[in-house]
């Protein structure tokens, strides 16, 4: 049994700055690729940024310069700093993690809220 935990989710006014984190846990032989997606109000599920086991990062144009990915093999967890917030930005986070346990599979946080409101 695999989950995926997530935090820092919240309210912040626009160029404010958040921290998302989210911790792999449960039968885990490896981690390969660990990110992030959101999903406003009325709008398909989309990627945010993925980073592989050996640093590769990638974004959508939208956060570019403005959110980072990092990751800590040691701890199986992803993060997402993001800086320079707009409202744009308002919606639920959700952590992602392709992981070998018993099987290869892709899995899901449940999600954390980021409003962004003045």
């Known amino acids: 049994q695999v989950q995926l935990v997530e935090s820092g989710g919240g309210l912040v006014q626009p160029g404010g700055s958040l921290r998302l984190s989210c911790a792999a846990s449960?039968?885990?032989?490896?981690?390969?690729?660990m990110g992030w997606y959101r999903q406003a109000p009325g709008k398909q599920r989309e990627l945010v940024a993925t980073?592989?086991?050996?640093?590769?990062?990638n974004y959508a144009d939208s956060v570019k310069g403005r959110f980072t990915v990092s990751r800590d093999n040691a701890k199986n967890t992803v993060y997402l700093q993001m800086n320079s917030l707009e409202p744009e930005d308002t919606a639920v986070y959700y952590c992602?993690?392709?992981?070998?346990?018993?099987?290869?599979?892709?899995?899901w946080g449940q999600g954390t809220q980021v409003t962004v409101s003045s």
């Open positions: 992602n993690a392709n992981i070998v346990g018993l099987e290869r599979m892709n899995y």
């Open positions: 980073i592989t086991s050996g640093g590769t990062t």
């Open positions: 449960g039968s885990i032989l490896r981690i390969y690729v």
